[in-house]
């Protein structure tokens, strides 16, 4: 996970802000996790992903390991990782997701879901 795209931090008068991408081409998302909800144990071949978590009460598992995740703490997904987000609280949790890479919704190699979506 070291091919983690740089972020660059700028203090402002105002306060401050923190760069993520600058000119690649990216897709970004919030993805919102319903209170108990889960998303698929999934990988994918084409795009790399940045998550920054907006909520408490996440729960990531990202190939054999399982974080809980503080706001702000980023998590680099590189293309291949087996990842898994999941609300574990009572209320929803939301990730910001910027995806680098070809992004497209058919590229999700699901390999388990609690929705009977499994399979590419």
């Not at 698929?40 to 790399?48: E, T, W």
């Not at 996440?58 to 054999?64: G, N, S, Y």
């Not at 590189?78 to 990842?83: A, I, K, S």
């Given at each position: 996970?070291?091919?983690?795209?740089p972020s660059i931090k700028v203090d402002?008068?105002?306060?401050?802000f923190e760069q993520y991408t600058h000119n690649l081409p990216c897709t970004v998302k919030i993805i919102t996790v319903a209170p108990g909800g889960t998303l698929?144990?999934?990988?994918?071949?084409?795009?790399?992903e940045l998550w920054v978590v907006l909520d408490p009460g996440?729960?990531?598992?990202?190939?054999?390991k399982t974080l809980h995740p503080?706001?702000?703490e980023k998590l680099f997904i590189?293309?291949?990782?087996?990842?898994r987000l999941s609300s574990a609280g009572e209320k929803a949790v939301r990730i910001l997701e910027i995806s680098f890479g070809e992004f497209d919704?058919?590229?999700i190699v699901r390999l388990e879901d609690v929705y009977g979506r499994v399979g590419p």
């Open positions: 996970m070291n091919d983690k795209p402002k008068p105002w306060g401050k698929s144990r999934q990988y994918h071949h084409h795009r790399d996440a729960r990531v598992e990202l190939d054999e503080d706001p702000e590189p293309r291949g990782t087996v990842h919704e058919s590229d």
